[in-house]
């Protein structure tokens, strides 16, 4: 089973998002963009693994959990990555991670790493990939408009809840599975 560890985009992000992007579909209509439902903040990528340790991952995922705080992430705007040279995302990027959400991101390793999965080399850099570039031909259109978009607000990302999720990938994308869920302490209980 191919999994990962997500938190879910809350409303507001995503009806901003969804906003900023409808002239960018419009005039880049090559972009295989993502479906609003389907935008999630990547915690871990797990790979691929067996029924029996995504089981033992989806029972032990609220135990873990316990008593983590919620956070959240500031967006610093559209990105194309790894850059305009050579782009194959646009995502939706943040600013540097705050010390609870990092920390949150070190248990969700040490628990995928009881499962034999090995930990990511590089930094945690947090993302919404909103659609995918096959020909950088594809992104001149974003390379024009993107600047424009600078300076924009946009509301932060709650990171409220965990959710494992199975993903099976298909012609017409992803579908994923909710396997489980974790709800992290909420601020007020966090005194």
Same mark, same amino acid.
């Given at each position: 089973?191919?999994?990962?560890?997500?938190?879910?985009?809350?409303?507001a992000?995503?009806?901003r998002?969804e906003? +900023?992007?409808? !002239?960018? $579909?419009?005039r880049?209509p090559k972009?295989?963009w993502?479906? &609003? *439902? $389907?935008?999630?903040?990547?915690l871990?990528?797990?790979?691929?693994l067996?029924?029996e340790?995504?089981?033992?991952? +989806?029972s *032990?995922?609220? &135990? $873990?959990?316990?008593? =983590?705080?919620? *956070?959240? @992430?500031?967006? *610093?705007? %559209?990105? @194309?990555?790894?850059?305009?040279?050579?782009?194959?995302?646009? /995502?939706? +990027?943040?600013?540097?991670p !705050?010390?609870?959400?990092?920390?949150?991101?070190?248990? %969700?390793?040490?628990l995928a790493?009881?499962?034999?999965? %090995?930990?990511?080399?590089?930094?945690?850099? !947090?993302h919404l990939?909103?659609?995918?570039?096959r020909?950088?031909?594809?992104?001149?259109?974003?390379q024009?408009?993107?600047? /424009? %978009?600078?300076?924009? +607000?946009?509301p932060?990302l709650p990171?409220?809840?965990? =959710?494992?999720?199975?993903?099976?990938?298909?012609? /017409?994308?992803?579908?994923?599975?909710?396997? &489980?869920? /974790?709800?992290?302490?909420?601020a007020?209980? =966090?005194?």
């Amino acid at each position: 089973m191919r999994l990962f560890l997500a938190a879910p985009v809350d409303r507001a992000l995503r009806e901003r998002a969804e906003a +900023a992007l409808a !002239p960018l $579909r419009e005039r880049a209509p090559k972009v295989r963009w993502t479906p &609003a *439902s $389907r935008w999630h903040l990547t915690l871990k990528f797990l790979g691929e693994l067996d029924r029996e340790k995504a089981e033992a991952l +989806a029972s *032990s995922l609220a &135990a $873990r959990l316990e008593g =983590q705080p919620t *956070s959240s @992430l500031t967006p *610093s705007g %559209l990105h @194309l990555f790894p850059g305009p040279r050579r782009p194959r995302v646009v /995502a939706l +990027a943040f600013e540097p991670p !705050p010390g609870d959400l990092l920390a949150l991101h070190r248990v %969700l390793e040490a628990l995928a790493a009881g499962v034999g999965v %090995l930990p990511e080399e590089r930094p945690f850099r !947090p993302h919404l990939t909103l659609g995918r570039i096959r020909h950088p031909r594809d992104a001149r259109p974003l390379q024009a408009l993107l600047p /424009a %978009l600078e300076g924009e +607000a946009w509301p932060a990302l709650p990171v409220e809840r965990v =959710q494992l999720v199975h993903s099976v990938l298909g012609r /017409a994308g992803p579908a994923y599975t909710l396997l &489980a869920e /974790a709800h992290l302490r909420p601020a007020l209980a =966090q005194r």
